[in-house]
């Protein structure tokens, strides 16, 4: 069982212990009744309908069956998906990823980038933000995924029994249909991430040792550093799982055809904010310094020394970003975290 899947199933076991399902499915009851009557009210409108007064008997019978074993079918539902997606990857590939970097940052090799921070200049300062990237951006991925799955999986368990009795009307019953496609989607989050744990596996990527050793996250990043190699490894996986809710959604609702411009669109909102905190590492870290040591060299060199200083202080030493043209947008919240690193950066150069 995955992490995310062991984390929901505390979930499930501190709402049982709480007592409050059983009022909850004899809520239900009582309003799985008064729909399947408004549902004869509804076929006694429509001239009589025969038809849709035995579709509503059917209803009736199918929910209250549910209503009635709702715990144990929303766990039988549940565990079928939670067996298809162990068949398909037993181990979970992603989490153990995450623990093997956290033990790499904590030895010596992971640390010893901080200590070289001083002596190293800029260098030293770029390896620092990939490994502060590799730090922050894929658990925090991970874990924000697990409580979406618990909190979302709680939801649905909870509120199920009081959507599901409006099944038997006509009118309002789309609401349990919706919650029934809903109740797909959740679960096919893990089979989704079963999937992407298996591709992993097959590219030789699920293992950290495996991506340092062949110097490549499954054939990409050929020759990167190891830092570099990790950090890039963590926002690729970052975004396969922060891409998990969105193709289920579209898987389940027959969407194929847009799943992969949604994939599409994540890259390239995810290569736009690269590129914008690329752009403001430069403008705070390299461009800056090399204007201002133009700047000076003018005004030591040349006649007009008094606009050389100008333009070193303006450039090298100013406390905001250059102007000219910058990202728009969400991207100017990279844009500003780039350019910050920069100025850090060029403060230890």
């Known amino acids: 069982m995955f992490y995310f899947q062991s984390m929901f199933q505390n979930v499930y076991a501190s709402i049982n212990q709480g007592n409050y399902m059983g009022t909850i499915v004899s809520v239900a009851e009582s309003i799985l009744l008064l729909c399947t009557l408004f549902a004869v009210y509804e076929a006694w409108s429509r001239g009589g309908d025969a038809r849709a007064l035995g579709l509503a008997s059917v209803r009736y019978l199918a929910m209250g069956l549910v209503i009635t074993q709702y715990s144990s079918v929303f766990v039988a539902v549940n565990s079928g998906f939670v067996n298809v997606a162990q068949l398909i990857q037993p181990s979970d590939v992603m989490s153990g990823f995450r623990a093997q970097v ?13 200590w070289q921070l001083i002596p190293g ?52 019953g789309q609401l349990a249909r919706t919650y029934m496609v809903n109740l797909m989607v959740w679960n096919s989050w893990g089979i989704i991430y079963a999937i992407f744990s298996q591709l992993l596996t097959g590219i030789g990527a699920s293992n950290l040792d495996n991506v340092l050793t062949a110097q490549s996250f499954g054939g990409l990043f050929q020759g990167a550093s190891q830092m570099l190699l990790i950090a890039l490894s ?33 890259a390239a909102t995810a290569l736009h904010f690269a590129a914008a905190g690329a752009a403001g590492l430069q403008s705070g870290g390299y461009s800056a310094a090399t204007a201002g040591a133009s700047g000076n060299a003018q005004g030591a060199g040349g006649s007009n020394s008094e606009g050389g200083n100008d333009a070193g202080s303006n450039n090298g030493g100013s406390g905001r970003p250059p102007a000219g043209p910058q990202p728009r947008g969400l991207g100017q919240i990279a844009y500003g975290a780039g350019w910050v690193a920069g100025r850090a950066v060029r403060a230890f150069d």
Do not use: D, H
């Open 102 to 114: 956290a033990a790499y940052l904590s030895s010596l090799n992971g640390v010893s980038a901080w």
């Open 121 to 172: 200049g800029i260098s030293a300062g770029v390896s620092l933000v990939f490994q502060i990237v590799a730090l922050v951006i894929f658990p925090i991925t991970y874990a924000i995924f697990s409580f979406f799955y618990s909190m979302y999986g709680a939801v649905l368990y909870v509120c199920g029994p009081l959507v599901l009795a409006l099944y038997p009307s006509f009118g309002i």
């Open 234 to 266: 963590g926002i690729l996986m970052s975004l396969m799982i922060a891409l998990i809710p969105f193709i289920a959604k579209r898987v389940v609702s027959g969407e194929l055809g847009s799943t992969m411009f949604a994939v599409l669109g994540a």
